[in-house]
């Protein structure tokens, strides 16, 4: 497994930009698939986005594509979430999350490492 940390969040209004970092712990970082969720108060964790150890691959959640992208820099051993065009309904705790894997999944049951997310809230 690796140890996850996540950074970059913070308070924002409608519209602005925000970059979520990941740092992974560990020299195996480029053999695993990543992951980012959120969790907003009195919801369940839900998949934003994800890409393959080779970044050759990546999913988005309809509620961001366009606005949110995921990738990744193997030698900083770092997976990024740029977020674009922020909305209010973009409130939550961010999380990563790391699976031994080429190909990442859009459940939260496929990863067993996770960060202890990032809280990103956006004001109207």
């Known amino acids: 497994q690796v140890q996850l940390v996540e950074s970059g969040g913070g308070l924002v209004q409608a519209g602005d930009s925000l970059r979520l970092s990941c740092a992974a712990s560990g020299r195996t970082f480029s053999m695993y698939a990543m992951g980012w969720f959120r969790q907003a108060p009195g919801k369940e964790r839900e998949f934003v986005a994800a890409i393959s150890r080779n970044s050759y691959s990546t999913d988005y959640a309809n509620s961001v594509k366009g606005r949110f992208t995921i990738s990744r820099d193997n030698a900083k051993n770092t997976v990024y979430l740029q977020m674009n065009s922020l909305k209010p309904e973009d409130t939550a705790v961010y999380y990563c999350?790391?699976?031994?894997?080429?190909?990442?999944?859009?459940?939260?049951?496929?990863?067993?490492?996770w960060g202890q997310g990032t809280q990103v809230t956006v004001s109207s």
């Open positions: 999350a790391a699976q031994y894997a080429v190909i990442p999944d859009m459940s939260p049951n496929f990863y067993n490492s």
